[in-house]
């Protein structure tokens, strides 16, 4: 049972506009989420999360919004970049179960259009 | 900066031979992950360490164990190597503390089994 979701495998965009890559979860019990972007043959590097006390958290270029009545949250890059060209990652703890154990979804494979 | 070091990048193994991954990080932190990533299937948790010598089972650990018996070493083991075990293997680490925080990972070891 995947308690994480990224339903769409691969998103396209043209250099300088908005990517919005979307994210499902199931357990109410996670109440912190991360995004992490991963270039082929590295590790993931972490980019920005946020705690369910949130509804946004804004870094830089990127914010990710949190909506807890619908267990979805999203990553918004604005202006895109070809550099941003990546796998996204986005996964989901539990602060409270006392086992910090992250849950990963299955990817989103970002392409910038230069 | 934290640094999560994975003993090898590349491995290639034959069919029933006992494969050791190693990882090691310099933060002293207390959780240590062992994850796959695969096409499709995105990032799965393996077995994960709270503690020296303590481990928990994740979403798929038949086929693995680990060890964990210095704080900064967590260590996969692929008693017999199989096919189906060719794959992307990924180790993360990550402090135990009140507040939130992110996982970090090294860089990954690509196994092929063959």
């Known amino acids: 049972d995947q308690q994480v979701k990224q339903n769409s495998p691969s998103l396209s965009v043209q250099e300088g506009r908005i990517s919005i890559l979307n994210c499902d979860y199931t357990?109410?019990?996670?109440?912190?989420f991360l995004w992490y972007k991963k270039y082929p043959a590295e590790g993931p590097t972490f980019l920005i999360s946020?705690?369910?006390?949130?509804d946004k958290n804004e870094d830089g270029r990127f914010t990710v919004f949190l909506n807890k009545s619908a267990k979805h949250l999203s990553l918004h890059i604005v202006p895109s970049q070809p550099g941003d060209s990546a796998v996204y990652f986005c996964?989901?703890?539990?602060?409270?179960?006392?086992?910090?154990?992250?849950?990963f979804g299955t990817g989103t494979r970002l392409k910038v259009l230069a | 900066d934290v640094k999560v070091t994975q003993s090898s990048r590349y491995l290639v193994k034959r069919t029933g031979e006992k494969v050791f991954l190693e990882c090691v990080q310099d933060?002293?932190?207390?959780?240590m992950f062992w994850y796959r990533q695969d096409p499709g299937l995105g990032l799965r948790l393996i077995y994960f360490?709270?503690?020296?010598?303590?481990?928990e089972k994740g979403d798929i650990p038949e086929g693995y164990s680990v060890s964990r018996e210095k704080k900064e070493r967590f260590s996969l083991i692929l008693e017999s190597a199989s096919t189906n075990q060719t794959s992307m293997y990924l180790c993360?680490?990550?402090?135990?503390?009140?507040?939130?925080?992110?996982?970090?990972f090294g860089q990954g070891t690509r196994l092929t089994v063959v």
């Open positions: 993360a680490s990550s402090p135990s503390t009140e507040g939130n925080t992110e996982a970090f």
């Open positions: 357990n109410s019990m996670f109440d912190y």
């Open positions: 946020i705690s369910s006390i949130k």
């Open positions: 996964a989901a703890t539990s602060t409270t179960s006392g086992t910090y154990k992250y849950i």
């Open positions: 933060m002293d932190h207390e959780n």
């Open positions: 360490s709270y503690d020296v010598k303590m481990k």
